[in-house]
């Protein structure tokens, strides 16, 4: 688990043998079509996205991931079959067992939802009466740099 990645998007095998059997199994398909992409295929997508940043729609195909509408249903499905819950429940028993390295890891405010809104910022206060200072300009001959005066 500890180990580092280059490409955190791959799914190991040791990873994905702890996931897959939280998946849920896939309907039936109702018309024929392209070939279902497999869930594998479709988590390394998922995490590439998550991890780049992109759009969905701009996920390559090169990669060998599906369409990035696939990824984003897939996405979607799991988290209404509660896989995600189910997830966090396996983390906490490999953090409970000291099997995370914590040493990577990061929260930031882009990631992480606030979980409430901060106080309404009142107008800005004035910090003096009147109008302020030019900085650029000096009607004095003391604040001028023209030689002429």
């Known amino acids: 688990m500890g180990k580092r990645q280059s ?3 791959v799914v190991s095998d ?3 043998a702890l996931i897959e059997p939280l998946l849920p199994e896939p309907a039936p398909k109702l018309v024929e ?3 279902r992409v497999p869930d594998r ?3 390394c997508g998922i ?3 998550l991890h780049t940043g992109i759009q969905w ?6 990669l060998g991931f599906g369409s990035g509408m696939t990824c984003w249903r897939r996405l979607a499905a799991w988290n209404e079959a509660g896989v995600w819950d189910q997830l966090h429940v396996l983390l906490e028993k490999l953090r409970s067992k000291n099997q995370l390295d914590w040493s990577r890891a990061v929260i930031d405010s882009s990631h992480v939802r606030a979980a409430r809104r901060g106080p309404k910022a009142g107008p800005a206060r004035s910090t003096g009466h009147g109008r302020a200072a030019s900085t650029t300009f000096s009607p004095t001959a003391r604040g001028s ?3 002429c005066c």
């Open 41 to 43: 295929q479709a988590l």
């Open 145 to 147: 740099r023209s030689r």
């Open 47 to 49: 995490l590439f996205v």
């Open 57 to 62: 729609e701009y996920l390559p195909q090169e």
């Open 14 to 16: 040791e990873l994905w």
């Open 33 to 35: 079509g392209r070939p």
């Open 7 to 9: 490409r955190p998007w």
